[in-house]
């Protein structure tokens, strides 16, 4: 009976919790996470009796295995390839500095060595369910800052294993318990088996896991279907773990099998309630993990390893890929994004804590770190633009790095076009928009921050502007004056108005497109001068609709007016 009390408790404060806390940062226009991890403190400190820590930190950690699944699930093989061999070698060289310099900071501060260590290690790396769930939620996955991001944060959670192994070895060592030789042997021979495993369920997995899924869905139910799929993340999971690896990246390789399979939307469509129930749980866990009382003593270590992490970590991923030649404005946007702690952090503490190598002050200024740094980071990726155009802004006069060719281009005379469009972000909108253009031969001229997506463009005779859309130099560039339209298929909206208002300041008659996520933007859009505001997921309505009518014999002209009648009601009509 007292069980299952503290089962019926424990939920209740958590539902309390994400609750509360959630509808305080939505009403605070915060993001819903800083608002769960809010709530968790809260509970955790007023009521640290009154759950059950042990589950909720099971239900957490199948959060978290369930987020990084269906991460694997929206990527595929060969898009992964792609990210990684362009983000390898720069977050590789990011974790060793991060790691050393938030160490040498540590020691700075008489921490030990090996405790360093570990907190430093714990530092290195970002939060994948963060950061994917942020950028999820504002469109940006698909950007060239999100991709780079998302390919970024895999290298870290790959680099978790070594780390681990790593970190075990040199504790031992330092507690006299193995000698040097052995423990390298030890080091040498985990890592030869967790790539075989790697390779072996990749392999075997994309044989078997297509035919499996597709022999489940012929019985044509739901439940057997969800079984089976989270069946294959935990089994994959397992395997990871036994041979030392996480069961969150086992469940990464799960989805990337799952990726190359026909069923992958249905088992996105699935498993996406479960992983978006636990992952709040996940998140709510954080905060209840925060003994604040006993933190007091520790704020001036928590202070400077908080800013060592995110000045050191943004600091280094901005220069590396400004060296690699990506546009200040990615390279910005990157760092910022990563500037959190993983969740990771909580692994490698509660390891140094049965190893012996952290006791239960630094283990909890860990977790007060990741927490601050979390909350922290989390409106700054929810205005990453917004911020990047302030910095820049404020130090536009400060000398620049790293400038490549094209940044250095003279732009005085602009570019030799006119009577033509100028659209904005070549992404998934603005590639078709740009296709059918160039199919009915008309003008067009597109301005972007992708170098790689440039370069292809110029070898198919696109004409091209490299740069930020929303650099009034920029636009100038591009003729905006002697335009007829701008094409806005950037969906952030503080992007849009800066290249709203520039492009009115060159061209008061231009005919401005834009496109939103959201309904309650057109109405503010339109206030600033457009004159088309487009939001994709009711044109695709509108459509479906079309054909509906169509198909239940509607005459053309009734169809017509019901369609006005819905533009109207959306306020586009």
Known sequence: MEHSLSLITTFLLLLSAALGGGAIAVQLRLPSIVGYIAGGILVGNVFPQGFDHRLITMIAEAGVTLLLFTLGVEFSFHRLKRILHAVAWPAIGQIVITLFIVMLALIALKTPFIPALFLSSAAALSSTAIVVKLLSERGELDSVPGELSTGWLVVQDLAVVPILILLSAISSVSSGEGAVLSV???????????????????????????????????????????????????????????????????????????????????????????????????????????????????????????????????????????????????????????????????????????????????????????????????????????????????????????????????????????DHVVICGYGRVGKYIGRALQMSNVPFLVVDYNQHTLASLRGAGIQTVYGDPADKDVLDYAQVDLAKSVVIAIPDRHTQEMIIGNALSLNRRIKIICRTHHEEDQRHLKSLGVQTVIQPEFEAALTVVNKLLHDFGVPPEEMAGKMSRLKIEHGIG
């Open 184 to 418: 390298l042997g030890a080091i040498a021979f985990a890592m030869l088996k967790a790539g075989i495993l790697i390779v072996a369920v990749l392999y075997l997995g994309s044989r078997g896991v297509p035919k499996l899924l597709g022999a489940v869905a012929g019985f044509k139910n739901r439940e057997l279907f969800l079984l089976t799929t989270i069946g294959i993340v935990f089994l994959v999971g397992l395997l990871t773990y036994v041979v030392g690896l996480s069961v969150s990246l086992g469940a990464f390789l799960a989805g990337l099998l799952v990726a190359e399979t026909s069923q992958n939307h249905a088992v996105f469509a699935e498993v996406r309630p479960l992983r978006d129930l636990f992952a709040v749980v996940f998140f709510v866990s954080l905060g209840m993990a925060l003994p604040i009382s006993s933190l007091v003593s520790s704020l001036p270590v928590i202070v400077v390893m908080t800013l060592a992490v995110i000045v050191v970590k943004g600091g280094s991923i901005y220069t590396l890929l400004r060296f690699l030649g990506y546009h200040r404005k990615t390279a910005f946007l990157v760092g910022i994004y990563l500037t959190q702690v993983s969740e990771f952090g909580f692994i490698i503490a509660g390891m140094g804590i049965a190893l012996g190598a952290l006791s239960e002050p630094q283990s909890s200024l860990l977790v007060a770190v990741t927490f601050i740094t979390i909350l922290i980071s989390s409106p700054l990726i929810s205005n990453g633009h917004k911020a990047y155009y302030f910095v820049h802004n404020f130090l536009k006069r400060i000398p620049k790095t790293f400038r490549d060719k094209e940044e250095d281009t003279p732009r005085d005379e602009g570019y030799p076009i006119r």
